[in-house]
């Protein structure tokens, strides 16, 4: 959907310095015959504050609320983890997720637009996790 920005490569290429050196957490999906078919992570930005990013569903298991499940475990980890903030950026085009993430607590914030947005080029919506 979109082109892989420098901090998308970094993050994906190295993972274990990018996200879980770095105090954060990264979670999978597993299918029982299909093996792996998602991830999603949480990167520590500072003390109690998280980003949920990199969340992403193989597209042959999309429509088996695979990503919604996987969203909803890192939600009941995240209240101990990120305990001021956990926020998270992402596209308006990306419709599916948005409303995902609407569904699941997250509402739209100008103030995480305004102190993270710049991360990513792409980035013209971000979202706070209301508990």
């Known amino acids: 959907m979109f082109v892989l920005e420098p901090v998308d490569e970094d993050v994906i290429s190295r993972p274990k310095e990018f996200i879980i050196d770095k105090g954060g957490y990264i979670w999978f999906a597993k299918h ?11 990167a520590k930005k500072s003390d109690g504050v998280f980003e949920l990013t990199k969340m992403g569903v193989a597209s042959n298991v999309r429509g088996l609320k695979v990503g919604e499940r996987l969203l909803q475990h890192v939600l009941t980890e995240a209240p101990s983890i990120a305990f001021n903030t956990l926020f998270l950026l992402t596209n308006k085009d990306c419709e599916a997720a948005i409303h995902l993430y609407e569904k699941n607590g997250f509402t739209h914030c100008a103030d995480i637009m305004d102190k993270y947005g710049s991360a990513y080029e792409r980035c013209n919506v971000a979202m706070r996790y209301i508990r």
């Open 32 to 42: 029982p015959t299909l093996g792996i078919v998602g991830t999603c992570a949480l």
